[in-house]
């Protein structure tokens, strides 16, 4: 593994996502203890470690309100939209903020779901030395993880999925299954974090 062409995405770890959170993932809080081993390990050896947020303007087009699916969730400066404490983000190089603008939802870190618009990560990844593989983490499985991984692998990429640094919506019933088959058939890896350490 060359850890300098690595990258750990942590995704979504926020308020809104974890128990309690209006959009509440089960267990969702779960992937704190790994992610944050895992973000000293990535740090340590070199590698660069970055963090997303869900990040929604008030009215938002994925909200209910607006004829979108989820509740509200995520508002910018909420604290809803803050990072779940426990994280750890000494470690983080990069955060990324998404889903700003208010007719475009973002399940990617890499693009607005308009499959266009870029966030900047890919960017930021390809420059300097240039990054190869990425490890993704976080929140959920079956929505921004899925979409995080999908792009990364049709961007060229190395793909990779910490089996237990992720939690699913699991909404539609079935979702995370079929997540995680989708994300094997184009060629995600899925790993457990042990392998890492
Ligand atoms: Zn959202």
Known sequence: MNWLKSALLMVDVQNDF?????L??????????????LSKRFFD?????????????SGHSSFVESGGIWPE?????????????ELNTDCVHFFLRKGW??????????????KITTTGLEGFLRS???????????????????YTLLDAVR???????????VRGVDYPTGSVEKALKRMQDAGVQ???SGTLL
Do not use: M
């Open 18 to 22: 974890c128990p309690g959170g209006s």
């Open 24 to 37: 509440a993932v089960p267990d969702g809080n779960a992937v704190v203890e790994p992610l944050n081993i």
């Open 45 to 57: 050896a070199g590698a660069l470690v970055v963090v997303t947020q869900d990040w929604h303007p």
């Open 73 to 85: 969730h995520c508002v910018q400066g909420t604290e809803g939209a803050r990072l779940y404490k």
């Open 101 to 114: 603008r208010t007719n475009v939802d973002s399940y990617s870190s890499f693009f607005e779901n308009d």
């Open 128 to 146: 300097g030395t240039g990054i190869g593989s990425v490890f993704v983490g976080g929140l959920a499985t079956d929505y921004c993880v899925l």
């Open 155 to 165: 961007l060229g990429f190395k793909a990779f999925l910490l089996k237990d640094a």
């Open 190 to 192: 899925l790993i457990p």
